[in-house]
């Protein structure tokens, strides 16, 4: 199985454009997250979706949106990327209980 | 509202000596624990989770975990650590009903395993 895939694996940005970031499970978990890494700060929720057709706001969710139109994929956008945005992006996925599920993240750069 | 702290941000210690990592949580409902194990340039991968039960859980790579309630602690220990066990640990909570699915992170604990 290929777990929790995450595209693309790195991307440059410049302020103010835009783009997607795909996640893609095939464990038919309920629960969908995406979380930024920064060093030091550990990982903090962005936004998370416990159902197809749902989402809901996490801890940072200010300049992301959220799509999970199928269970099995999460979609985060920028609309207008900042250099404060620079981070890694890390999808997972779960059922209620027992852990999350993680991809191996998406290094972004905004310039 | 729910955190977690973990206790040192490195922790530096030679190859088959003994090595406890150490996290501290709040809650004010039932929780859920787990921690993470993260190698550079990879995602997190589960080592161990408690649940409910036995207080001490084992995990993989020779990992255990002891939740003591009374003092909010789920502290992470094994016996004899290899160079490979150089990584970042993470510890997180989730709520069983209130929370529930929604994990909280520690910043994180850097391992440094060396010969």
């Known amino acids: 199985n290929a777990g929790v895939t995450q595209t693309p694996k790195f991307r440059v940005l410049k302020t103010g454009q835009s783009m997607t970031l795909l996640c893609a499970q095939d464990m038919n978990h309920e629960y969908m997250y995406w979380y930024r890494q920064d060093p030091g700060m550990g990982l903090r929720l962005i936004h998370y979706s416990v159902g197809e057709g749902t989402t809901a706001k996490g801890e940072v969710p200010d300049g992301y949106n959220v799509s999970r139109l199928k269970k099995q994929n999460f979609l985060l956008g920028l609309e207008s990327a900042a250099p404060s945005q620079t981070s890694v992006y890390f999808c997972?996925?779960?059922?209620?209980?027992?852990?999350?599920?993680f991809g191996n993240g998406t290094r972004l750069t905004v310039t | 509202a729910q955190s977690v702290t973990q206790l040192d941000s490195q922790v530096p210690v030679f190859e088959e000596a003994p090595v406890e990592l150490r996290c501290n949580y709040s809650s004010s409902v039932s929780v859920y624990l787990f921690w993470y194990v993260q190698y550079p340039n990879q995602g997190l991968q589960l080592l161990l989770k408690?649940?409910?039960?036995?207080?001490l859980v084992k995990g993989i790579n020779g990992f255990e975990a002891e939740f003591n309630k009374s003092q909010t602690s789920f502290h992470l220990r094994k016996p004899s650590v290899h160079i490979s066990d150089t990584a970042e640990y993470f510890c997180?909570?989730?709520?069983?009903?209130?929370?529930?699915?929604?994990?909280?992170f520690g910043d994180g604990t850097t391992l440094t395993v060396k010969p």
């Open positions: 997972a996925s779960s059922q209620r209980t027992g852990g999350l599920h």
């Open positions: 408690y649940l409910s039960g036995s207080t």
């Open positions: 997180a909570v989730s709520g069983v009903i209130t929370n529930a699915g929604k994990s909280t």
